[in-house]
């Protein structure tokens, strides 16, 4: 038997509970792992509380991320005892995921404990900050540089965007963070490395085609109408990674920064990412990411704790980033 956070449906209502499950439930796998930790993000807040349709097969274990040890494999590549984790690949949506003290994984879904890391610091990172990751090599594969002028982060406060701000400062760009919760999160914001805070206010009204040109490129995990508001503002010849949409999926905007100010939008999806680009991005978090990183933007909570979490989390009252320990 073994603890896990298990969703079912009753009345076509999620309903999430922690349980001991046998473990003759768990799901195929040619790789078994015990679970050290796994971490909470905004996906995974919308399945477990129902408020996203992420999951349609129940019960499910959710927990998008997880690390832990190989306690039986028959993947060539892992043997008992190594350390390994996990982002993406549809698990904790349509196979049993992290928020579990075991799970039974695909091999082809994994990736070596980087140098440098260990179980807790990964989840620290997890899928919001590999996410994040690869939003700012999407930038610097712009060919945008530090001198060019300032980053735009929207959604500051949350996993992805407060990752991003660390990641750019370490490289050596200014950023100007966005958060509707300055007054609470500024000073925080601007230790992780913004140099300055952008009120969620500013980028809320409807955009103009083209407007003033303020930053040299953009991690939006916002999208709609304040996606839009900060394309009009991208300088000539900038870029945008996009991979949210925590404010809608719709975009209301127009052709006229593409085709009058060079502007690319780059779209950013972590969850199939091909295991050489993902080593490589890991091996890129660990050599990056101060260890201060890890005291000021995580919190820890049990798998009890988890539920509550979610909650915040999808009410946006989650800074940072959230692990669950198993």
């Known amino acids: 038997m073994?603890?896990?956070?298990?969703?079912n449906q009753e009345d076509k209502k999620t309903i999430a509970s922690v349980s001991q499950i046998d473990e003759s439930q768990l799901p195929e796998g040619n790789v078994k792992v015990d679970v050290s930790y796994s971490s909470l993000n905004y996906k995974d807040g919308l399945a477990i509380t129902g408020k996203g349709r992420i999951v349609r097969n129940f019960p499910m274990v959710p927990g998008i991320d997880l690390s832990g040890v190989v306690s039986q494999s028959d993947d060539p590549r892992y043997k008992a005892g190594d350390e390994v984790v996990l982002t993406g690949w549809g698990v904790g949506e349509g196979h049993w995921g992290g928020m579990a003290e075991k799970a039974?994984?695909?091999?082809?879904?994994?990736?070596?404990?980087?140098?440098?890391?260990?179980?807790?610091?990964v989840m620290a990172i997890g899928t919001a900050g590999f996410t994040a990751m690869l939003c700012v090599?999407?930038?610097?594969?712009?060919?945008?540089?530090?001198?060019?002028?300032?980053?735009?982060?929207?959604?500051?406060?949350?996993?992805?965007?407060?990752?991003?701000?660390?990641?750019?400062?370490?490289?050596?760009?200014?950023?100007?963070?966005?958060?509707?919760?300055?007054?609470?999160?500024?000073?925080?914001?601007?230790?992780?490395?913004?140099?300055?805070?952008?009120?969620?206010?500013?980028?809320?009204?409807?955009?103009?085609?083209?407007?003033?040109?303020?930053?040299?490129?953009?991690?939006?995990?916002?999208?709609?109408?304040?996606l839009a508001k900060v394309l009009a503002q991208i300088?000539?010849?900038?870029?945008?990674?996009?991979?949210?949409?925590?404010?809608?999926?719709?975009?209301?905007?127009?052709?006229?920064?593409?085709?009058?100010?060079?502007?690319?939008?780059?779209?950013?999806?972590?969850?199939?990412?091909p295991r050489e680009k993902r080593i490589k991005a890991w091996e890129q978090l660990a050599e990056l990411l101060p260890e201060s990183f890890y005291t000021q933007a995580t919190k820890e909570v049990s798998l009890d704790g988890a539920i509550?979490?979610?909650?915040?989390?999808?009410?946006?009252?989650?800074?940072?980033?959230?692990?669950?320990?198993l």
């Open 2 to 7: 073994f603890k896990a956070l298990v969703l």
């Open 104 to 121: 039974s994984l695909n091999g082809d879904w994994l990736v070596p404990m980087p140098a440098g890391l260990d179980a807790k610091k």
């Open 137 to 226: 090599q999407a930038i610097v594969d712009a060919g945008i540089k530090p001198e060019d002028g300032e980053i735009l982060v929207t959604g500051a406060s949350g996993g992805v965007g407060s990752v991003s701000i660390t990641l750019l400062n370490q490289l050596g760009y200014k950023v100007a963070a966005v958060t509707g919760r300055a007054s609470a999160n500024g000073e925080l914001l601007k230790s992780l490395g913004a140099t300055r805070i952008v009120e969620r206010s500013d980028l809320e009204e409807p955009a103009k085609p083209l407007e003033k040109q303020l930053w040299a490129g953009a991690i939006d995990t916002v999208g709609s109408k304040v």
């Open 235 to 273: 300088d000539y010849n900038g870029a945008v990674a996009m991979c949210g949409l925590a404010g809608g999926f719709d975009l209301p905007t127009t052709v006229m920064p593409f085709i009058l100010r060079n502007v690319r939008l780059q779209g950013v999806d972590s969850v199939m990412c």
């Open 308 to 325: 509550q979490a979610a909650e915040d989390i999808t009410n946006g009252q989650i800074t940072g980033r959230v692990v669950i320990k």
